[in-house]
Structures are given as C-alpha cells and as structure tokens.
C-alpha cells in the first residue's frame, strides 16, 4: 500500500511539473475544479489521484468536481482527462467542451477588434464559454429568449456567478449557424447589430459564449452570446 501511495504522489509531483495553463472557470458549473480556486489546473489533478488513493477525504462539492468525466466515480482516468483538458488536448476538448475551439476563435475576433479600437481585450474563461454554452443548450430546445425555468436570459449572468456592470445593459444574440466562430462574428459585424455596437465599447467586460451541436439534420449548430 506504501509504495502504491509513493506511486501516486510521483506521479502528481510530475503533473504539477507540466507546464500548462491554468483555465480559468467557475466551480458551481463546471466540473474539475476541486481544491475550489475557481480554476481548472494541474492541482486539481492531483487532487483527484489523493482522493483516489484514500490521502484526502473529499466533501460532496469536491467529490461532484473530481468526476470530471461524470461516471459518479472518482478514478485516475478523471485526472488524466483534467491533465489533458489544462493542456488543450484536442480530443479531451471536443468531449468535454464541445466546439471550444472555434468559441476562442470568436473570442480572438472581438478582442482583435476591440484592440483596434482602442478597448482593452475581454479576457477568455471557461466561466463564460459555460454560461453561453447553457444558453445555446436551451436555445436548442425552445428557441426563446425566455429560459426554460421562465427566467429571463440575463439570469445566467449570476448563476454562473459572472461580474456583471450595473451601468451596463445585458444583451443576449442567439442563432443557428456553421460551427465556426468566425463565421458567428461577421454575420454580427456585417449586420452592425445591437450585441456586436455592445462588443465594442469600454463598458463592455464580460462575454459569454457558447455553441452546441445540434442533432438535426437542418442545423449544424446552436450558437449563443450573453454581453454583460
């Protein structure tokens, strides 16, 4: 049992080694983030190996973060999969956060755009990727403005506990399109429309956005964006 434990404690030292980002998200919605600093990152996967090899008794919280592929177990696979999420393993990505890479695409444009202006870049976090991510979700399924609990759209905003500006109005621009995020941009830079004018301001410090393939045969994708 002893060398087991020293096995697992080498190979977590070897994991806080990697040199990977930390991404940045929020623990009330997304799974992985289980010391609760409200990042997903290479501790959260040593975390997991501890919880699995008995050196830490999680709380029900971490237990839900530490089964990062959602299987109601905590194993060793849960952190692989998080070592691979941190380190942008393509694959992991595509499962664990369907289309993430074309919404950093979308992201990338705004602050393209932004910089040229003048503004300051939004910054990029999973945090957001997942309230728009919900969004395009319900959108999928009632295609509505209204959420399916008969809230309103903006609600999101604080249940994925983001900063919101009080001086700032929340918009909320929803559609089917092409899983591309540049594509999602143009057609609001082209139509000038309200969310994309919103984009483009000082006031402007949060976006959320998400995208979720669709199953039917008519639409490729259902793509939202919150600005708060």
Same mark, same amino acid.
């Given at each position: 049992?002893?060398?087991?434990?020293? =096995?697992?404690?080498?190979?977590?030292?070897?994991?806080? !080694?990697?040199?990977? +980002?930390?991404?940045?998200?929020?623990?009330? %919605?997304?799974?992985?983030?289980?010391? +609760?600093?409200?990042?997903?990152?290479?501790?959260? @996967?040593?975390? =997991?190996?501890?919880?699995?090899?008995?050196l830490?008794?999680p709380?029900?919280?971490?237990?839900?973060?530490?089964? /990062?592929?959602?299987?109601?177990?905590? #194993? &060793? =696979?849960?952190?692989? &999969?998080?070592?691979?999420?941190?380190?942008?393993?393509?694959? $992991?990505?595509?499962?664990?956060?369907?289309?993430? #890479?074309q919404?950093?695409?979308?992201?990338? @444009?705004?602050?393209? *755009?932004?910089? @040229?202006l003048?503004? *300051?870049?939004?910054?990029y976090?999973? @945090?957001?990727?997942?309230?728009?991510?919900?969004?395009?979700?319900?959108?999928?399924?009632? #295609?509505?403005?209204?959420?399916?609990n +008969?809230?309103? /759209?903006?609600?999101?905003? %604080?249940?994925?506990?983001?900063?919101?500006?009080?001086?700032? %109005?929340?918009? #909320?621009?929803?559609?089917?399109?092409?899983?591309?995020?540049?594509?999602f941009?143009?057609?609001?830079?082209?139509?000038? $429309?309200k969310?994309?004018? !919103?984009?483009?301001?000082?006031?402007?410090?949060?976006?959320?956005? +998400?995208?979720?393939?669709?199953? $039917?045969?008519?639409?490729?994708a259902?793509w939202?964006?919150?600005?708060?």
């Amino acid at each position: 049992m002893k060398k087991l434990i020293s =096995v697992l404690l080498a190979a977590a030292t070897m994991i806080a !080694a990697v040199t990977c +980002g930390a991404v940045t998200a929020d623990a009330a %919605t997304i799974r992985g983030d289980v010391n +609760g600093d409200n990042k997903i990152s290479l501790r959260d @996967a040593t975390m =997991v190996q501890k919880i699995n090899a008995g050196l830490i008794t999680p709380t029900s919280a971490q237990s839900y973060s530490a089964d /990062f592929n959602a299987n109601d177990s905590v #194993e &060793l =696979v849960d952190a692989l &999969l998080i070592q691979k999420y941190v380190c942008y393993d393509k694959e $992991t990505l595509n499962i664990y956060s369907p289309n993430r #890479e074309q919404r950093i695409i979308f992201l990338e @444009a705004v602050n393209a *755009d932004r910089i @040229a202006l003048g503004y *300051d870049p939004i910054e990029y976090s999973d @945090a957001m990727l997942e309230a728009g991510n919900i969004r395009a979700q319900e959108y999928l399924m009632n #295609e509505d403005h209204m959420r399916p609990n +008969g809230r309103s /759209f903006d609600s999101i905003i %604080t249940e994925c506990n983001l900063p919101t500006n009080p001086n700032f %109005t929340i918009l #909320e621009k929803t559609a089917y399109d092409s899983i591309k995020g540049k594509t999602f941009y143009n057609n609001m830079k082209s139509d000038n $429309t309200k969310v994309y004018k !919103a984009m483009m301001t000082a006031e402007c410090r949060v976006v959320c956005v +998400g995208s979720i393939p669709s199953t $039917t045969s008519s639409r490729s994708a259902t793509w939202a964006i919150v600005i708060a």
